[in-house]
Nanobody
Framework: QVQLVESGGGLVQAGGSLRLSCAAS????????MGWYRQTPREQRELVAA???????NYADSVKGRFTISRDNAKNTVYLQMNSLKPEDTAVYYC???????????????WGKGTLVTVSS
């Protein structure tokens, strides 16, 4: 199993910045891609950004140029630097880790409990 703990959420004014962190523990050797998702009460959970073990990144169009995902494999930690925040970025942000659990490539997805980001206008 993999455990994920997020931190860094909070309240910020529009135009401000926050940095989210997600620390993984447990069977971290099995982790491939890690990412950040977000969800509001009225919308489904959506991908914000993801980064592979090789460092390849993928971003939602709505955050490109404003958010940066990075990863420290030695610390088993993934970060999300969020700049130029907008009120529409307000959501609960969840960390996700894709674990490879078999030689055939079977995958299990682990989730953190989430951290709330609130952007005031």
């Amino acid at each position: 199993q993999v455990q994920l703990v997020e931190s860094g959420g909070g309240l910020v004014q529009a135009g401000g910045s926050l940095r989210l962190s997600c620390a993984a523990s447990g069977k971290t050797y099995s982790i491939n891609t890690m990412g950040w998702y977000r969800q509001t009460p009225r919308e489904q959970r959506e991908l914000v950004a993801a980064i592979s073990s090789a460092g390849n990144t993928n971003y939602a169009d709505s955050v490109k140029g404003r958010f940066t995902i990075s990863r420290d494999n030695a610390k088993n930690t993934v970060y999300l630097q969020m700049n130029s925040l907008k009120p529409e970025d307000t959501a609960v942000y969840y960390c996700n880790a894709e674990a490879i659990v078999s030689v055939e490539g079977a995958r299990v997805y682990h989730w953190g409990k989430g951290t709330l980001v609130t952007v005031s206008s």
